[in-house]
């Protein structure tokens, strides 16, 4: 999951550094909080590992104190994607980290998390699920409305898409009932030019057709 240059971004995590360079070496000139924007300013540089997972460095542009500021930070204290509803209530999702399983069986992936902010950009809930890497090129995300489900506000689309024949596109949902960040189920779909395709679906409530008879 890489960034282009002029794409905007916020920031994934309570605090994160900014440098004056691309690496853990370099010093620290700033700190940004969670839900701060930021606009990548370069290309990717070489990165580091850090919560277990490789990721590369950005060079950045921000406001701060009312002037434009510039630094260096790691992709890995970024969200991958941010929607912001009527409300000003705002969805981020992101990594927090790689998680490497030890049993047999058992899949390696990343603990993926969504983080729900008030429009003051302070938390007011999060809730966790795992991602499994199949080689997905970019993430994007879409709010959905409650789709028929009793007790739902809204509901986050998180999707994790694929460039490549073989290399399934994932789709993961969260609904916000008001109280609390509930998992729904994922879906996903795959193919390989033409000789295979497979397209899992999710039928919410309020896409059902039924005809009435008497």
Same mark, same amino acid.
């Given at each position: 999951?890489?960034?282009?240059?002029?794409?905007?971004?916020?920031?994934?995590?309570?605090?994160?550094?900014?440098?004056?360079?691309?690496?853990?070496?370099?010093?620290?000139?700033?700190?940004?909080?969670?839900?701060?924007?930021?606009?990548?300013?370069?290309?990717?540089?070489?990165?580091? #590992?850090? @919560?277990?997972?490789? =990721?590369?460095?950005?060079? *950045?542009?921000?406001? %701060?104190?009312?002037?434009?500021?510039? $630094?260096?930070?790691?992709?890995?204290?970024?969200?991958?994607?941010?929607?912001?509803?009527?409300?000003?209530?705002?969805?981020?999702?992101?990594?927090?980290?790689?998680?490497?399983?030890?049993?047999?069986?058992?899949?390696?992936?990343?603990?993926? #998390?969504? @983080?729900?902010?008030? =429009?003051?950009?302070?938390? *007011?809930?999060?809730? %966790?699920?795992?991602?499994?890497?199949? $080689?997905?090129?970019?993430?994007?995300?879409?709010?959905?409305?409650?789709?028929?489900?009793?007790?739902?506000?809204?509901?986050?689309?998180?999707?994790?898409?694929?460039?490549?024949?073989?290399?399934?596109?994932?789709?993961?949902?969260?609904?916000? #009932?008001?109280?609390?960040?509930?998992?729904?189920?994922?879906?996903?779909?795959?193919?390989?030019?033409?000789?295979?395709?497979?397209?899992?679906?999710?039928?919410?409530?309020?896409?059902?057709?039924?005809?009435?008879?008497?």
């Amino acid at each position: 999951m890489e960034y282009r240059k002029g794409q905007t971004a916020s920031i994934f995590v309570e605090k994160a550094y900014i440098r004056s360079g691309p690496g853990l070496n370099t010093k620290v000139v700033d700190s940004l909080t969670l839900g701060k924007n930021i606009t990548i300013a370069s290309a990717p540089f070489k990165g580091n #590992t850090i @919560k277990n997972f490789y =990721a590369p460095w950005y060079q *950045i542009s921000y406001h %701060s104190d009312g002037q434009l500021k510039q $630094g260096f930070i790691w992709l890995g204290l970024l969200a991958l994607g941010k929607q912001t509803n009527n409300d000003g209530l705002q969805y981020l999702f992101g990594f927090e980290r790689f998680i490497k399983q030890q049993n047999e069986g058992q899949q390696d992936h990343y603990l993926t #998390t969504v @983080k729900l902010l008030d =429009a003051h950009d302070s938390l *007011i809930t999060s809730q %966790s699920y795992p991602f499994v890497f199949s $080689g997905q090129l970019s993430s994007q995300s879409k709010l959905l409305p409650a789709m028929g489900l009793n007790n739902v506000k809204q509901i986050l689309r998180m999707e994790f898409l694929s460039g490549a024949c073989g290399v399934p596109t994932e789709y993961n949902y969260m609904a916000w #009932t008001g109280q609390k960040l509930i998992n729904l189920p994922n879906r996903y779909s795959v193919s390989d030019a033409g000789v295979f395709y497979y397209d899992e679906k999710i039928l919410f409530p309020s896409e059902h057709k039924k005809e009435i008879t008497n």
